[in-house]
């Protein structure tokens, strides 16, 4: 069966301070991976979708940015965080073809 | 107008009745259509998701299509405190609504 992992579970982080979330999935290839947001009472944000290494979308432009170094991790980073970048971060993946989302336990991310 | 629009609630119903919760979208050409529940404090999970009009059925769960007035809706009969969460409406995959919050009255 296929698990997704999240590290770290949480995170306290000075404004300025550089950011990297890792996300890992096992039990499948080539996955879809995305990264969302989800700051307080407001819905899941879309940031970055993958269908492949290297191949990234952005759908918010902003001062984050995403890697995928290996077929099943996906990377989550800042080189400045902001106040505004506080907020419960969630990587996901789906089979090729689908549009269904399985998400990862989440990574809480408060910038201080 | 967003993309996905979910009234907030809370929606309190008691033990045993049925809940039901509403999703509105703006994108005519979606096809496919997607309920999660959030318990406080963790990740979203898939319960539900329907690409054709009319009703889908999955034990206590039913999702509703309705494409030509561009709503879908999940009811759960039987409603129990454990489904007490958010329940979040999708889109195309990724665009979600902001969520209802659903709390069962034992």
């Known amino acids: 069966s296929q698990t997704i992992h999240q590290w770290p579970a949480t995170l306290v982080q000075p404004v300025g301070s550089p950011l990297s979330l890792e996300c890992t999935v096992e039990?499948?290839?080539?996955?879809?991976l995305y990264w969302y947001r989800q700051a307080a009472g407001r819905g899941l944000q879309l940031l970055f979708y993958s269908v492949g290494i290297g191949q990234i979308s952005s759908e918010v432009p902003q001062n984050l940015s995403a890697s995928r170094p290996q077929d099943r991790q996906f990377i989550l980073s800042s080189k400045k965080l902001l106040l505004s970048d506080s907020g419960f971060y969630l990587c996901?993946?789906?089979?090729?073809?689908?549009?269904?989302?399985?998400f990862g336990p989440g990574t809480r991310l408060t910038v201080t | 107008q967003k993309e996905v629009e979910q009234n907030s609630g809370p929606l309190s119903v008691p033990e045993g009745a049925i809940a039901s919760l509403n999703c509105t979208y703006s994108?005519?050409?979606?096809?496919?259509f997607f309920w999660y529940r959030q318990y406080s404090g963790k990740s979203p999970e898939l319960i539900m998701f329907i690409y054709s009009n009319g009703d889908k059925e999955d034990g206590r769960f039913t999702a509703q299509l309705n494409k030509a007035s561009q709503y879908v809706s999940l009811l759960i009969r039987d409603s129990q405190p454990s489904d007490s969460a958010t329940y979040l409406c999708a889109v195309r995959g990724f665009y979600f609504g902001t969520g209802t919050s659903l709390t069962v009255i034992p």
């Open positions: 039990g499948t290839s080539n996955p879809n």
């Open positions: 994108d005519r050409g979606s096809q496919s």
């Open positions: 996901a993946w789906n089979p090729g073809g689908g549009y269904e989302q399985y």
